[in-house]
């Protein structure tokens, strides 16, 4: 018990505090990092952003990126500076219309000071003026932005943004975006959204896109060079935008049947996981030479690499899984990755079932048998894998080992229920593997901390689910391997 007695001494002292004026000694600097363990640098603190307004100008020849990024936030503190990660340079910084003071500083901080400290909850508006090539730019030894024969493409994870764009960025931050950019006539511009509009002048075409939704920043696309874009619209009314390099070569006829399966996988998706989250949906497929695909919101990207061996439907209901697990409900820190891939590749089974290339519990009694228990596989947790295991195989396939346990724990009714139910609880926002476990519970009435911990964060080899013990008293070598497994393996570089 707590008896609040004020001693009258106590109430003077007190008004006597709230009398005194904020004074300037309150305001500090917003921290470089927002917070996340895995990369402490990342984002920034003291701001939240809402939106982006990125007008820019792109020289395919040159590599020459320059414009104006208009960020509009609100301070979550008394703030006397602030960061922003960018990498290009900057010639003029505003905040509030008045010119600011801006030094780089760490590996990819902008910092600026502002010319009058800005008090906690009220609106910034920061206006940063830059120029660069970015491909000569680089932080920590490496660069993501990938040149192509003819243009070039920003799309990474978990960091994309500083080579075109200052954000603050970490998927905690999340915020629409207008993107425009301006390139020579003949030349496409793909990003994220809706197209609003293209016009010519001067030899300069500027296209103009649009996400309406809030996405991360790891999230926001740039592709320029020469494209093919197809428009169509799924059965389930999701309006459908591909775009395929016209550089693609042999792969340019496996790349179009799979990418333009998209309204069709969208649609089938959403039987799963609920109504399709974005205005939007796609995919494009420039002539770069990395191998990946990055679930880059609505407008997916896809490495050519994917159809070196034909059509592969997988990757891309892989990746459109996504937009419900990662790009809709996004991860509160980078730990949290197993709510991205293990969902993502759980829905790649799912899809393999669907073609009748082996069920789910098939595909996940291959992969534990395919792993013995001295396979360091087991020693990656995939709800807490570290930075340097953040992508590994265990992320994705021992992720999804752990949605299929979870569905022989609760039941088919519960796990479909909490399939669907999750994309909703969180539209739009942010969660953690701990707000899906007790989201889970609370769906399926069963504590599932005991599975968790199993399949989730124990470093070794679980033993196999009890709920199979009678049914699947086999050895591994009895253990057919389903048909879709090399397809699954062969995308299973990262994607
Ligand atoms: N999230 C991507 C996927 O699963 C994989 C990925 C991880 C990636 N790191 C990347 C893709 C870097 C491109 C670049 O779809
Ligand atoms: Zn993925």
Not at 65 to 89: C, H, K, N, V, Y
Not at 131 to 144: C, N, R
Not at 151 to 174: C, I, Q, R, T, Y
Not at 249 to 267: C, H, K, M, P
Request: aromatic share 12%; glycine share 8%; charged share 20%.
């Amino acid at each position: 018990m707590h008896r609040r007695i004020i001693a009258p001494g106590a109430l003077a002292a007190a008004s006597l505090l709230l009398a005194i004026p904020a004074s300037a000694a309150s305001f500090s600097p917003g921290a470089p990092g927002i917070g996340d363990p895995y990369y402490p640098a990342y984002g920034n603190g003291g701001y939240d952003v809402s939106h982006y307004d990125l007008r820019l100008r792109y020289q395919p020849a040159t590599d020459e990126l320059e414009g104006t990024a208009t960020i509009l936030a609100r301070t979550t503190q008394d703030l006397s500076r602030f960061d922003l990660d960018f990498l290009l340079d900057v010639s003029e910084v505003r905040v509030n219309g008045a010119k600011a003071a801006f030094a780089a500083s760490g590996q990819h901080e902008l910092e600026i000071t502002p010319k009058t400290p800005l008090p906690k909850g009220t609106p910034v508006t920061v206006v940063v003026r830059y120029s660069g090539v970015p491909s000569t730019k680089s932080a920590y030894g490496f660069s993501t932005w990938h040149r192509t024969p003819d243009g070039a493409v920003a799309a990474d994870e978990p960091e994309a943004a500083w080579w075109w764009f200052p954000s603050n960025d970490h998927p905690l931050d999340k915020a629409t975006y207008d993107v425009s950019v301006a390139v020579p006539d003949g030349t496409q511009v793909i990003s994220n959204g809706t197209l609003q509009s293209t016009s010519s002048r001067l030899g300069w075409t500027r296209w103009n896109w649009r996400e309406n939704k809030p996405q991360a920043t790891y999230l926001a696309t740039l592709a320029v060079g020469g494209f093919d874009i197809t428009t169509s619209t799924s059965d389930g009314g999701v309006p459908v935008v591909n775009a395929y390099s016209k550089d693609l070569g042999d792969n340019d006829g496996a790349a179009r049947a799979s990418v333009e399966r998209t309204g069709e996988l969208v649609d089938w998706l959403s039987g799963y996981f609920g109504p399709y989250p974005f205005a939007s949906a796609g995919g494009y497929v420039p002539n770069t030479t990395t191998g990946f695909a990055l679930e880059t919101q609505t407008r997916v990207y896809y490495s050519p690499r994917q159809f070196a061996n034909g059509s592969n439907t997988s990757v891309v209901v892989h990746e459109l899984a996504h937009q419900w697990y990662g790009d809709s409900v996004s991860i509160e820190g980078w730990k949290d990755i197993w709510l991205n891939e293990g969902f993502a590749r759980y829905a790649q089974w799912l899809w393999s079932e669907h073609e009748g290339d082996g069920t789910t519990r098939e595909l996940a009694d291959y992969v534990y048998a395919a792993h013995p228990a001295d396979d360091p596989f087991w020693t990656v947790a995939p709800g807490d894998p570290g930075p340097d295991n953040q992508f590994s195989a265990a992320v994705y396939d021992r992720g999804a080992l752990a949605v299929q346990a979870l569905r022989e724990e609760v039941g088919d009714d519960a796990f479909f229920a909490i399939l669907k139910g999750w994309p909703q609880e969180h539209a739009y926002g942010n969660a953690s593997v701990a707000d899906f476990r007790a989201y889970a519970e609370r769906v399926s009435g069963t504590s599932l901390s005991a599975l968790f911990d199993t399949w989730l964060f124990e470093p070794s080899k679980p033993a196999a689910p009890a709920a199979r013990d009678a049914s699947v008293a086999r050895s591994s070598a009895a253990v057919a391997q389903p048909k879709s497994w090399k397809k699954i393996a062969a995308t299973n570089d990262v994607h």
